[in-house]
T-cell receptor, first 117, second 116 residues
Framework: NAGVTQTPKFQVLKTGQSMTLQCAQD?????MSWYRQDPGMGLRLIHY???????DQGEVPNGYNVSRSTTEDFPLRLLSAAPSQTSVYFC????????????????FGSGTRLTVV | AQKITQTQPGMFVQEKEAVTLDCTYD???????LFWYKQPSSGEMIFLIY??????QNATEGRYSLNFQKARKSANLVISASQLGDSAMYFC?????????????FGTGTRLKVLA
């Protein structure tokens, strides 16, 4: 099925460990992004990408790295996990470059629930 | 300063009645876009409706409509004839392009409970 695939769905990390959250889409979307969702705070933008090789910071980028080597994949790396990074993470994409100006909403992945102990 | 503000943490509505969820925004991008998303208790995010800053008419999608008041910088979601399945978290979001950055920013959400 076409859409955004996130893995894993659940993860428990120890403080200081690193890991990569995977995100892939098969809709040829140029724009992809990562959000974290915390109670009472809505979704906050971590990083985004407007195409392969182009990434930029969002509202809360510290502690996270991204890269975009292909149109399809946009992994999020936690460099040294901290308890403050316990959250639900969503990857999302939107349609082509027109997603930046047209009536195109996000397609979201199903989320990754991350706990850092 | 908050770019997207949703002032109602929680709302109740009786089944079959209409409900308005508030959203105000702030941007200097003249070509912004406004969106509403629904998040049921299962956790997935569902795109509901879009309003462009230059659109003259309010957007509608089935039972959803967007009350767009540009001068007031508000983009309220109206759900008509509420159903039990409308119980969910609702997020307002804004897309803006400023100084070469392209960002979609979300509000903190409103939790809607539809009562039978």
């Amino acid at each position: 099925n076409a859409g955004v695939t996130q893995t894993p769905k659940f993860q428990v990390l120890k403080t200081g460990q690193s890991m990569t959250l995977q995100c892939a889409q098969d809709m040829n979307h140029e724009y992809m992004s990562w959000y974290r969702q915390d109670p009472g705070m809505g979704l906050r933008l971590i990083h985004y990408s407007v195409g392969a090789g182009i990434t930029d910071q969002g509202e809360v980028p510290n502690g996270y790295n991204v890269s975009r080597s292909t149109t399809e994949d946009f992994p999020l790396r936690l460099l040294s996990a901290a308890p403050s990074q316990t959250s639900v993470y969503f990857c999302a994409s939107t349609g082509g470059l027109q997603g930046l100006s047209g009536p195109y909403g996000y397609t979201f992945g199903s989320g990754t629930r991350l706990t850092v102990v | 300063a908050q770019k997207i503000t949703q002032t109602q943490p929680g709302m109740f509505v009786q089944e079959k009645e209409a409900v308005t969820l508030d959203c105000t925004y702030d941007t200097s991008d003249p070509s912004y876009g406004l969106f509403w998303y629904k998040q049921p208790s299962s956790g997935e995010m569902i795109f509901l409706i879009y309003q462009g800053s230059y659109d003259q008419q309010n957007a509608t999608e089935g039972r959803y409509s967007l009350n767009f008041q540009k001068a007031r910088k508000s983009a309220n979601l109206v759900i008509s004839a509420s159903q039990l399945g409308d119980s969910a978290m609702y997020f307002c979001a804004m897309r803006e392009v400023l100084s070469g950055t392209y960002k979609y920013i979300f509000g903190t959400g409103t939790r809607l409970k539809v009562l039978a």
